[in-house]
């Protein structure tokens, strides 16, 4: 007896043993991508601004924070962070409910379109809304209010630009959510408001808690929102650090803001892993084309119409403003423009971005699925040790860290072997797979880790290998998760311009750093040219989204 025990115990050892060999295996390759290409390119542009001689002057920072016009730029990205987070799950959350529990006419087309404004370049979506609150704007056109000089239009442009966050991190859990759960709670007596608040709500902590991390960091690192609509008034950390780096040219501050920002979002995010770890549980996932259904009741015909009102007012009308200024010449003339190059800022055509930021997001997409999916897995375990627990902190940072600082770091770190990587075409997919890694991975988590370990553990007794478990246990459960995941990362690519607008070559420009560049020019034409591509941009991801639609759709009818 005592040797079937012992014979017992070492197997479980020896599998507790290759388990953890495993899940080391998985975290070592973004553990390696994410030091070679964030990291480091950090690191070095942080060495440069803090070293004078070769030593280092830490007393910098102190002399930095001690100016009272850093401590206020400072104060000001963190409530708006925390305010343009607050109403950007306020306003999208009913959203996210209509488009998980809801079926209805061009349902996939207003997904679509919902998400469009993520990708846009951010100085685009503060030119949209300028035209929209600023002088001559439509707003003071007909009622002769203007809110360019307010926070409120630095918000609402926010939660403009992040609706689809929470959208589709929370309504790509909510579903998956079996609904009789609530149904069993209301038919013991529960309130609707009271089964959605205890039964529901609690199921979906994680994925809310991922949205809100996503939004608050996007707001706190918020760049060219704030540049046009903020002017000389409102200034966040993104922007003070662009002035101090390439206006002013005081590397050494820009180092200190930087650190700055990077412990911030560092807390922050340790604090979101130690919240969210705690309230995790398994969940029973379905399948979402059984949750949908028509609305029923008055009640709910009125949330999908007060949805619908919000998406088209707040979402579709600065896209249309865009749409109008790019038709303002007659006979398409700004789009024809596009097809010529001046031999001056664009070497070649304007409209050969197109696909230019096609390719590029393409192959950014895959390393991000591929980095991100690894991640994820790695994460999924519960028994992870605390080096990987710390990494799902980590993986978040790119979102958190100035985009200007990894994109100086990648010129200053990556020119020399063996990482000599300035002149090829991969930096620019590299780059923007680091932010679109988080992406994934916060999209997967919650449902990777909502899998009952039971089934795993089930198909491990029954003889299946780790791959075997993967592929007929959780994927079945996260291929929804994981198409999503990939349409995020490919349209957070073609959107990426803070750090893309350093490494791209003059002759392969993406849409984003083509638009800032005409942007950037005087004259209508210019303008009238950026207007022009920025809608090409919103047809293009448009088309990609609905194409992404269509492959959730037929996987779940099983068409292809």
Known sequence: MDLARTEVTEAAVRKDRRGSAARLGLIAVPVAFFAAFFAYPVAAIVARGLKVDGAWRFGRIGEVLAQSDVRHVLWFTTWQAFVSTALTLLIALPGAYVFARFDFRGKQVLRAAVTVPFVLPTVVVGTAFLALVGRGGLLDELWG?????????????????????????????????????????RMLGASPWKAWRQVTLPALGPAVAAAALMVFLFTFTSFGVVQILGGPTFSTLEVEIYRQTSEIFDLSTAAVLTLIQFVAVGA????????????????????????????????????????????????????????????????FGYYRALTRADGGVF?????????????????????????????????????????????????????????????????????????????????????????????????????????????????????????????????????????????????????????TVFIARPDNPTLPVAVARLLGRPGDLNYGQAMALSTILMVVCAVALLVLERLRTADRTGEF
Request: charged share 15%; no cysteine.
């Open 145 to 185: 209010v203007r809110l360019d000089t307010t926070v409120w239009a630095i918000l609402l442009a926010h939660v403009f630009f992040n609706y689809a966050v929470v959208v589709r991190t929370v309504g790509g859990l909510w579903a998956q959510l079996d609904p009789r759960q609530e149904e069993a709670a």
């Open 268 to 331: 922050i995010l340790a604090l979101h892993a130690w919240t969210v770890r705690r309230r995790e549980t398994a969940l029973r996932l379905v399948d979402a084309s059984v949750t949908a259904r028509r609305p029923r009741g008055a009640g709910q015909w009125a949330l999908l119409g007060g949805v619908l009102v919000t998406v088209v007012v707040l979402l579709m009308l600065p896209l249309a403003v865009l749409v109008q200024r790019s038709l303002d010449a007659p006979g």
């Open 347 to 499: 070497l070649v055509p304007p409209i050969e971005a197109i696909g230019n930021s096609l390719e590029y997001a393409a192959a950014a997409t895959v390393i991000a699925v591929v980095i991100g999916g690894l991640a994820a897995v790695a994460l999924t375990r519960r028994d992870a040790g605390r080096f990987v627990r710390g990494f799902d902190a980590l993986l978040m940072l790119p979102l958190g860290v100035s985009a200007v600082t990894v994109g100086f770091g990648f010129l200053i770190a990556l020119d020399e072997p063996p990482l000599d990587l300035r002149s090829s075409w991969i930096l620019v997919p590299l780059a923007q797979a680091l932010v679109g890694v988080p992406f994934v991975v916060r999209t997967m988590l919650p449902v990777l880790r909502a899998v009952d370990v039971r089934l795993r553990e089930a198909a491990s007794v029954l003889g299946a290998s780790p791959w075997r478990v993967w592929r007929e246990v959780d994927l079945p459960m996260v291929r929804r998760a994981l198409l999503i995941a990939a349409g995020f990362a490919f349209a957070v690519s073609l959107g990426e311009f803070g750090a």
